[in-house]
C-alpha cells in the first residue's frame, strides 16, 4: 500500500457527497492501515514509478502505485482502474476485485 492509496481513501470516505463516513471512523482507518508500512515517496518510488509509466502507459497516479507494490514485493495488487490479471514487470499480477472471474477471498488455487 501507498501514502496516496491512504490519502484518496480518506479524501473520498470523508467526502460529502461520496461516501460521507464519519472523520473519525476514516481517521481510525487509516492509522490502523499503518501496520501494512505503507510506501512513502522516495526517489525509488519515483524511478520505479516512471518506468512502469514508460514501459505500460499508466497514468502516473496509477504508476505510483503499481511503483509502491513493485518496492515492497507484492505479488498481487487489487485495482478496479488497471487492466485485470495483467502482469507487470512479470512479478505482479493486477486483480480487479469486482471482476466476474475475480479469485474468492481467502481462496488460493495453489
Not at 496509477?62 to 509502491?68: C, E, F, L, N, Y
Not at 505479488?75 to 514487470?89: G, T
Amino acid at each position: 500500500m501507498s501514502w496516496q492509496v491512504l490519502i484518496e481513501f480518506y479524501a473520498i470516505a470523508t467526502h460529502p457527497k461520496k461516501l460521507a463516513m464519519a472523520v473519525a471512523a476514516v481517521q481510525a482507518d487509516v492509522l490502523s492501515l499503518q501496520h501494512w508500512r505503507p510506501v512513502a515517496p522516495s526517489v525509488d518510488l519515483f524511478k520505479t514509478a516512471w518506468a512502469v509509466q514508460n514501459r505500460y502507459n499508466f497514468s502516473w497516479w496509477d504508476s505510483t502505485i503499481v511503483a509502491a507494490a513493485i518496492l515492497t514485493n507484492c505479488k498481487i495488487l487489487l485495482s478496479e482502474d488497471l487492466q485485470h490479471e495483467q502482469v507487470v514487470n512479470h512479478t505482479l499480477q493486477i486483480i480487479n476485485p469486482f471482476a466476474e472471474n475475480a479469485p474468492v477471498p481467502g481462496v488460493c488455487s495453489q
